[in-house]
């Protein structure tokens, strides 16, 4: 038996063990709190497939699963090499219920996505060829079908992407606005603020934002215009009485 047919036996009988336990009517599976603004629903829709974009995304994806996964649901995280494990593990992720699926070849991309989404509630993927049409339209309606939710992240790891040749139902563009920890050319980056805005179909064709607060301790909490970061007082100060660089600018490049 060669390597490409052991594989596929092997995630057959990781499908057939875990299809029987997460099936569920329930029409939105929970995101955090602070995520839920950026939801139309207040949740992942089943059946549907959400994009992630920008400096951030896979944080933001690791936290919008994450309330899924403590649940009870199923996550398989298909190629993405990358993939922070522990990262995910400090935002909540259930790693016992967590399926990592090496990067199949082109040719058996989309059979293996259909299985995996006829199995688990949440599949998370970063593909690194051209989905085909086919491929898309076929993994969509198999969505909708089982109720599986399709999240597409694309990490910012330079590696060239390719668009999708379907719409999303639900993108999220995340977008860096300022970091906490570096004061004028010393100290350690901490924690994140970031910017999320959301736009899709149908009901999600008005845009909607959140600004969002990546701590150094992976926890997530919306933060408020005018608010301080975790690491300021109010007047921009650090925890030593040290002001931040001006204008809020903590990085700055050196030649």
Same mark, same amino acid.
């Given at each position: 038996?060669?390597?490409?047919?052991?594989?596929?036996?092997?995630? /057959?009988?990781?499908?057939?063990?875990?299809?029987?336990?997460? $099936?569920?009517?329930? /029409? !939105?599976?929970?995101?955090?709190?602070?995520? /839920?603004?950026?939801?139309?629903?207040?949740?992942?829709?089943?059946?549907?497939?959400?994009?992630?974009?920008?400096?951030?995304?896979?944080?933001?994806?690791?936290?919008?699963?994450?309330?899924?996964?403590?649940?009870?649901?199923?996550?398989?995280?298909?190629?993405?090499? *990358?993939?922070? =494990?522990?990262?995910?593990?400090? *935002?909540?992720?259930?790693?016992? /219920?967590?399926?990592?699926?090496?990067?199949?070849?082109?040719?058996? =991309?989309?059979?293996?996505?259909?299985?995996?989404?006829?199995?688990?509630?949440?599949?998370?993927?970063?593909?690194?060829?051209?989905?085909?049409?086919?491929? *898309?339209?076929?993994?969509?309606?198999?969505?909708?079908?089982?109720?599986?939710?399709?999240?597409? !992240?694309?990490?910012?790891?330079?590696?060239?992407?390719?668009?999708?040749?379907?719409?999303?139902?639900?993108?999220?563009?995340?977008?860096?606005?300022? =970091?906490?920890?570096?004061? !004028?050319?010393?100290? #350690? #980056?901490?924690?994140?603020?970031?910017?999320?805005?959301?736009?899709?179909?149908?009901?999600? *064709?008005?845009?909607?934002?959140?600004? $969002?607060?990546?701590?150094?301790?992976?926890?997530?909490?919306?933060?408020?215009?005018?608010?301080?970061?975790?690491?300021?007082?109010?007047?921009?100060?650090?925890?030593?009485?040290?002001?931040?660089?001006?204008?809020?600018?903590?990085?700055?490049? !050196?030649?």
């Amino acid at each position: 038996m060669g390597d490409a047919e052991r594989a596929s036996t092997d995630l /057959r009988a990781v499908i057939e063990r875990i299809r029987p336990t997460v $099936l569920s009517a329930e /029409r !939105v599976l929970s995101v955090p709190e602070p995520l /839920r603004p950026v939801f139309p629903l207040g949740g992942l829709a089943r059946g549907s497939r959400l994009s992630l974009r920008g400096t951030g995304a896979a944080s933001i994806a690791m936290h919008a699963v994450a309330p899924a996964s403590r649940e009870g649901s199923w996550v398989a995280v298909v190629g993405v090499g *990358a993939w922070g =494990w522990a990262a995910a593990a400090r *935002a909540g992720w259930s790693l016992e /219920r967590s399926v990592f699926v090496v990067e199949p070849p082109a040719s058996q =991309w989309g059979t293996v996505m259909a299985a995996l989404v006829d199995a688990v509630d949440v599949v998370i993927v970063d593909p690194a060829h051209q989905v085909t049409a086919s491929d *898309a339209r076929r993994l969509a309606a198999r969505s909708r079908e089982r109720g599986a939710v399709v999240v597409d !992240v694309a990490l910012d790891d330079g590696r060239r992407r390719y668009r999708w040749p379907t719409e999303s139902d639900l993108v999220l563009t995340v977008e860096p606005v300022d =970091w906490d920890g570096l004061e !004028v050319g010393h100290g #350690l #980056l901490g924690d994140r603020l970031v910017r999320v805005t959301s736009e899709g179909r149908r009901g999600a *064709a008005r845009p909607r934002s959140v600004n $969002l607060l990546l701590d150094a301790r992976s926890v997530l909490r919306e933060h408020h215009p005018g608010g301080a970061l975790a690491g300021q007082n109010e007047r921009g100060q650090n925890e030593r009485g040290e002001r931040n660089a001006p204008g809020g600018r903590h990085l700055r490049s !050196v030649g």
